[in-house]
């Protein structure tokens, strides 16, 4: 089944900086690979996504990049302010739940701090 | 629109108690999904209904039942609580259909088991 790994598990960096933050996947199947961020006390909220037909997708201060043959995709954040401090979560699908269409298992997280 | 809400948002139970998590949407979406979320350990699906009259068991479905009641609401029960159940609800909806999409997330549910 999909294992997805997300490292590092905590960053922080200065404000105006960028923030990479990277995952995994183990399912060669995969198709689907979404990002989600969560602020405290909070539900998350998908920020961007990306399907495999794409390597790369922007809007705005963030991207997402993909490399289907290594089965790897980061999140890339651009002149990061105060309010990017979250925590972020990739995803990707797996097979092993929802018959054809699948569902997400998401990485561990990773807690984003900027300091103004 | 509300979009997905959740009750209640705090509970604290005794082992062996049981209590019902509710969920509703109202953005006329088909899926809708119940996952936990633990310390370091991300999100985990616990059951999902692919659509109206349909669920199934997600990665750690032990110890819940779920029931979706209408095309609106979909229900997380715990018959016997025990304290590894202590944890954050989020109940998730999404309208897409043939492929996966966008989830959206209530506000979760904060359940402490002792």
């Known amino acids: 089944g999909e294992n997805v790994e997300q490292h590092p598990s905590t960053l922080s960096v200065q404000e105006g900086d960028s923030a990479v933050i990277k995952c995994t996947y183990s399912?060669?199947?995969?198709?689907?690979f979404p990002w989600y961020k969560q602020e405290l006390g909070k539900g998350p909220q998908l920020i961007i996504d990306?399907?495999?037909?794409?390597g790369e997708k922007k809007d705005q201060r963030i991207a997402v990049t993909l490399n289907k043959t290594a089965k790897h995709f980061s999140l890339h954040i651009t002149e990061t302010q105060p309010e990017d401090s979250a925590v972020y979560f990739c995803?990707?699908?797996?097979?092993?739940?929802?018959?054809?269409?699948?569902?997400?298992?998401f990485g561990k997280g990773t807690k984003l701090s900027v300091k103004p | 629109n509300a979009g997905v809400t959740q009750t209640p948002k705090f509970q604290v139970l005794k082992t062996g108690q049981s209590m019902t998590l509710q969920c509703a949407q109202d953005?006329?979406?088909?899926?809708m999904y119940w996952y936990r979320q633990d310390p370091g350990m991300g999100l985990r699906l616990i059951y999902y209904?692919?659509?109206?009259?349909?669920?199934d068991k997600g990665e750690v479905p032990n110890g819940y039942n779920v029931s979706r009641l209408n095309k609106r609401e979909f229900s997380l029960r715990l018959e016997s609580a025990a304290p590894s159940q202590t944890s954050v609800y989020f109940c998730?909806?999404?309208?897409?259909?043939?492929?996966?999409?966008?989830?959206?997330f209530g506000p979760g549910t904060r359940l402490t088991v002792l």
């Open positions: 998730a909806s999404s309208g897409t259909s043939g492929s996966i999409g966008e989830q959206f």
């Open positions: 399912d060669s199947a995969s198709n689907y």
């Open positions: 990306i399907r495999s037909n794409v």
């Open positions: 995803a990707a699908i797996s097979a092993n739940y929802g018959g054809s269409q699948g569902n997400l298992i």
């Open positions: 953005m006329n979406h088909n899926s």
């Open positions: 209904s692919a659509s109206e009259g349909t669920t």
